[in-house]
């Protein structure tokens, strides 16, 4: 999801992706972690309504 420029919000991830994590492992995690992210907030817009 991409960032807001001056919502001076900060979000921190942390991704469990096995004992050893190659870089498409992290690539593919933090992707997916976006997709999950986007598809919740477009749920929660079509249930309440445009975030303020």
Do not use: L, W
């Amino acid at each position: 999801m991409p960032c807001q420029q001056g919502t001076g919000d900060t979000y921190h991830y942390n991704f469990t992706v096995g004992d050893v994590a190659t870089k498409s492992m992290v690539i593919e995690a933090v992707q997916s972690s976006e997709r999950r992210t986007q598809n919740g907030f477009r749920r929660s817009r079509a249930y309440a309504g445009e975030a303020s």
